[in-house]
């Protein structure tokens, strides 16, 4: 039995990654990747342009190793659709924050003055808005209940193989990483209560608690 669910996951997984080129998530990523391409393109047409006659003056002062383009930068804003602009102003927050806003959050929005804006990265909004104190009692139960799954599939490993489980588990990771990439998952009452609901038949199932 177990052989017969592991073999349909590993045609189900074969099927996706057989498939992946053909749907639009590729094609809005090819299209995305094409596009930062030829940003960077004229970008370095216009700054060679504007650079010419300093480059004349400069000529006999030895120049420096050309910088790579920072691949890792271009690959964040794709994936994170300007998130990470918001999460560098929250850390700035908070750097600046005193010791009661560091211990129970700045609230919804944070620090801005003119109109609140979050960051759309539930752990970090979660974090943030929260604070040590906060956050550690609202991710609590997520943790203790995470720490239990992983000792009883720890316990019995052959439990992993079997299908019900798989998707399961699979849903669950994909809403984390959904969460952590995207946001409003743990956040916002409409989708949480699917994970939820998942995360509570496992416990029933499982005697996680």
Request: glycine share 6%; hydrophobic share 50%; net charge negative.
């Amino acid at each position: 039995m177990y052989i017969l669910n592991a073999s349909i996951t590993l045609a189900l997984f074969i099927g996706v990654l057989i498939i992946t080129p053909m749907i639009s998530v590729s094609t809005n990523t090819t299209i995305h990747l094409d596009y930062l391409a030829e940003q960077k393109t004229i970008t370095e047409v216009d700054s060679s342009s504007e650079n010419t006659q300093e480059a004349a003056v400069e000529a006999e002062v030895p120049s420096s190793p050309d910088i790579p383009a920072d691949k890792d930068t271009e690959l964040n804003e794709l994936i994170y659709s300007g998130r990470t602009v918001y999460l560098a102003q929250y850390k700035t927050f908070f750097k600046e924050a005193n010791l009661s806003q560091k211990a129970f959050g700045m609230g919804y929005g944070g620090n801005y003055k003119d109109q609140p804006k979050t960051i759309e990265m539930d752990f970090y909004d979660i974090f943030y808005q929260f604070g040590f104190i906060g956050a550690f009692v609202l991710l609590l139960p997520l943790l203790y209940y995470g720490f239990n799954l992983i000792k009883v599939m720890w316990a019995n490993k052959k439990m992993i193989l079997q299908l019900k489980y798989i998707l399961i588990l699979a849903s669950l990771a994909i809403a984390l990483g959904i969460a952590y990439i995207a946001g409003h998952i743990l956040t916002a009452p409409a989708v949480s209560i699917y994970f939820v609901s998942i995360l509570a038949y496992l416990i029933v199932e499982l005697n996680l608690d």
